[in-house]
């Protein structure tokens, strides 16, 4: 069988890495899914399913020399392709690859560029997530089959690696049709006769073994017959035992079967199964090993010995400076530290020493109580939960869930250095890290100095605690740090934005127009000023084209949903920490050094869209996109991972480009990054390109054309393109085909025009008849394309020559309505464009002779 573009894995192919390669397809439509040896599960589920799964096929029916693309899911080694080994390692054959396992190199066979690596706990999720972000709809097998590669690779969601990613990629499965008694079934597969044979001595043979205090059971043995499923056993026996870290070796013909378990941050299972040339992630891994059984468990007794890894401590996630008020501050003071920091609590000092705590929750009573100005004293708790900075996160855990108010006071010699509150233990749990917009900033004198925000301001100030939080958000902080002398103003609410934003327009004499769909509205207020509402959210995609289901979030994760850090700051509008800047991102050092940032690897691969949207924030605001978002923008392109881009979307974001004040400079960028011909192979943003639009814009100014600049950039890059291409791109682009008859007209007629001006000598009337049909695009840019003197006459003189005469005159003169009509009154312009009419008593006398040589003929 020949194919030319192949989907492969490693061999003993389990659920994650069958269910990526699933999900590859879609990213890879032409591709075959190539499968060599298969867990029995998986292979059990491509039987019964092989009719509906008809473009896997298997590795040995391939032609390998026939292959020009290998997309590898989940194999950093070429050696675990098996027979694709050598296909991998030809550097004639191009390769991508999709890995989850940690480390952010790629192997020496993969182009740097050529690589998507994540750290969700399944790699399924992270392929999931860039469906969702196209919007590309799975069958519900195939959403069936996403479903058991996340539960298979996360525990069903109880590994330590598993992400909030994970869990929203299994609601989409099931929002798309993944089967929960087809996942019952194939996740927990019963044992066979001789797996129960075999597990039953795999116990027998169990060894505790010490690894720097971490205990790993070892088991070892041979077996006289093949049996499949060893890792299968391998669940069961961490099922059984409770294992903390497991290794199980089984030679059987001739090969030992290596599968590694680990439940601990100190055991990386994936490291020892690499000592052996295998491979996995820190809490599965496996290998398949030719050699003695003994050796083979020496080499293993060695990579546990360096194996332990210094597991995460108090004094890498606590939070610091540790702000903390004394005994006699007030009340207020301390409600206002928590207000301006965002903190649900804080401790109580006195000379340096913690000697109680408070929380928010009280400080509120307090306050409801007229206690403002109370010492804090009268309302503390004197029960503090601490730890040292060597307190290890897994203790850390059982603190911080055990406090009341969920935060531990973290103390060097008595002394308090920091603060793990649950904030910062769900952050180091889910990945994410504080960023330095942590730090306390305020941006409320430069809110104060925009009169035009002086009526919002007043009214969200009258308003009160309405809402948890109200905030300026992305794009408004973004011009408002530039220092934009106007911008548009989008607010964000935790709670219900709705109900807030006509409590807003009420306070402001405006008008409010609510989507419920989405959680938003519109306020418009004073001389058309308005302003976008939304609620802090999340948003997900059920299916094509579908309008997003938003869910709600708070503010960190409602900015960490959006595209560049420039993008994803906040300030607070509320009294109690008005002006304070929320970065989590560093979003305002990016904008300050100039460098235009990405918030995650997967964001040009989820939304290819952002890489046209990078280049027009490049070219309006002087920006670069740093080395790594720029290196992650080219990948996306030159994987092939841009998909169709034609669509409404990318259209939205060329259109804004090239009416964007930069856009000579970002067709340049276009160029640079390839992103151009990954729209369509024939398009060009070259230097030629961006000199003829900047002629284009330049004479559109002196002529004063009205004619947008969005339709003379697309006929400039589609200027190589044939008739029939461009009507096909602009149709897929969703362009309307009255600006597309414009555009193809630009790109097919102009270069006619050029010709035909270059090598004949027109009358006036002739150089209209060419240039009207078209006008003002293609006429214009065949202008740019050449300063030809009968072109800027047409533009400056002939275009605008019309006749002082109509049809209602020839009637009069006895021509009743026909076609006729149209052909006396073509003559008669032609004439006078060419000098031989002059005013309208020519053009009756002229009229007449016409309708009298009609009537003689």
């Known amino acids: 069988m020949r194919a030319e573009e192949i989907i492969a894995t490693h061999g003993n192919t389990d659920f994650d890495a069958f269910a990526a390669m699933l999900a590859a397809r879609r990213l890879y439509p032409n591709a075959l899914v190539a499968v060599g040896a298969l867990n029995r599960n998986v292979r059990d589920f491509y039987r019964l399913h092989a009719e509906e799964l008809e473009h896997v096929v298997e590795v040995s029916r391939l032609e390998l020399n026939a292959i020009r693309r290998l997309i590898v899911v989940e194999a950093r080694s070429a050696s675990r392709l098996g027979e694709l080994e050598a296909v991998a390692l030809d550097p004639a054959v191009a390769k991508a690859l999709f890995d989850h396992h940690g480390d952010e190199t790629p192997p020496d066979w993969v182009e740097p560029g050529a690589a998507v690596l994540s750290a969700d706990g399944a790699l399924t999720t992270t392929l999931v997530g860039i469906l969702a972000e196209r919007e590309l709809e799975p069958t519900p097998l195939e959403a069936t089959a996403f479903a058991l590669g996340i539960h298979e690779d996360t525990g069903s969601l109880t590994y330590p690696t598993t992400t909030q990613r994970d869990v929203d990629a299994l609601a989409w499965c099931l929002r798309h049709g993944a089967r929960q008694d087809l996942v019952a079934t194939y996740l927990h597969v019963p044992l066979q006769d001789e797996e129960r044979e075999l597990l039953q001595h795999l116990l027998e043979a169990i060894e505790p073994l010490d690894a720097d205090g971490d205990e790993v059971l070892l088991a070892a043995l041979r077996w ?19 294992a903390r870290a497991l290794v199980l070796l089984v030679e059987m013909e001739g090969r030992v079967f290596v599968v590694v378990r680990s439940r601990t941050e100190r055991i990386d299972a994936a490291g020892i199964a690499e000592t052996l040339g295998g491979g996995g992630h820190a809490q599965a891994a496996s290998a398949i090993v030719r050699g003695d059984l003994e050796g083979i468990r020496a080499r293993v007794l060695g990579a546990l010995a360096r194996a332990p890894r210094e597991p995460r401590r108090a004094r890498d996630l606590m939070s610091r400076p540790a702000r903390v008020v004394a005994p006699d501050d007030t009340v207020q003071q301390a409600m206002t530290l928590c207000q301006r920091h965002g903190q649900s609590g804080v401790f109580v000092a ?5 000697v109680g705590s408070v929380s928010r929750e009280d400080l509120d009573k307090a306050l409801g109580h007229a206690l403002a100005h109370a010492p804090v004293r009268g309302i503390m708790s004197g029960r503090v939960v601490t730890a040292s900075e060597e307190t ?22 008595d002394e308090l250095v920091g603060i793990v509150s649950r904030s910062d233990l769900l952050r180091e749990l889910e990945g994410v890290e504080p960023g330095d917009g942590d730090a306390e900033e305020s941006l409320a004198d430069e809110l104060r100095r925009h009169a035009a925000l002086d009526p919002l301001l007043g009214a969200v100030a009258a308003l009160g605690d309405r809402a948890d939080g109200v905030y300026l958000v992305g794009g408004t902080i973004r011009d408002l740090l ?8 989008d607010i964000a609410v935790e709670g219900d934005a709705i109900a807030f934003a006509r409590e807003l327009a009420q306070a402001l004499g405006g008008r409010v127009t609510p989507h419920e769909k989405f959680g938003t509205a519109v306020v418009q207020y004073g001389d058309d000023d308005r302003m976008d509402v939304v609620t802090t959210r999340t948003e997900f995609y059920d299916a094509p084209g579908a309008l997003p289901t938003v869910e709600r979030a708070g503010l960190r994760e409602d900015l960490l949903r959006r595209d560049f850090t420039i993008n994803a700051m906040a300030v607070s509008l509320a009294a109690g920490d008005f002006g304070r800047l929320v970065d989590p991102h560093g979003g305002r050092a990016d904008l300050e050094a100039g460098v235009l940032r990405v918030l995650h690897n997967l964001s040009f691969v989820d939304d290819p869209t952002r890489i046209f949207r990078a280049v027009r924030y490049e070219a309006r605001y002087g920006l670069r996109l740093d080395d790594h978002s720029a290196r992650l923008a080219r990948s996306c392109i030159e994987m092939g991972l841009v998909g169709d881009l034609s669509s409404a979307r990318l259209r939205d974001e060329l259109v804004a480009l090239l009416e964007d004040s930069g856009a000579v400079d970002g067709i340049l960028r276009l ?11 024939r398009l060009r943003a070259d230097d030629e390109g961006a000199e003829l639009f900047r002629r284009a814009l330049e004479l559109r100014s002196e002529l004063e054309l009205d004619v947008p600049a969005w339709r003379l950039g697309l006929a400039v890059l589609g200027r190589e393109l044939t008739s029939d291409e461009a009507y096909d791109w602009l149709e897929r682009l969703k362009v309307r085909r009255r600006d597309g008859d414009r555009v193809v007209g630009a790109i097919t007629v102009a270069p006619r025009i050029v010709d035909r001006l270059r090598d004949e000598t027109l009358d006036r009337a002739q150089v209209v008849l060419l240039a009207d049909s078209y006008a003002p695009d293609a006429p214009l840019l065949a202008l740019a394309r050449e300063e030809l003197p009968e072109l800027r006459e047409y533009f400056t003189l002939l275009r605008d020559v019309r006749l002082e005469i109509d049809g209602g005159d020839l009637a009069k003169l006895g021509l009743p309505e026909s076609p006729r009509v149209g052909e006396v009154l073509a003559e008669l312009r032609r004439r006078k464009l060419n000098g031989e009419l002059d005013g309208r ?9 016409l309708l009298a040589a009609l009537a003689e003929a």
Not at 350 to 354: A, F, K, N, T, Y
Not at 482 to 489: I, T
């Open 671 to 681: 160029g640079a990054l390839g992103a151009d011909r990954a729209v369509h192979p």
């Open 224 to 242: 006289p017959q093949y049996v499949e499923g060893v890792s299968n056993l391998a669940h069961k026996i961490v099922d059984l035992t409770d």
């Open 482 to 489: 530039l220092g934009e002398p106007s911008f548009d103003v």
């Open 350 to 354: 006195s000379e340096g020493r913690v």
């Open 841 to 849: 008593e020519s053009e009756l006398a002229a009229a007449r002779e």
């Open 392 to 413: 290890t996160l897994r203790e850390l855990q059982s603190l911080v869930t055990g406090a009341s108010d969920g935060r531990v006071a973290v103390l060097r010699d």
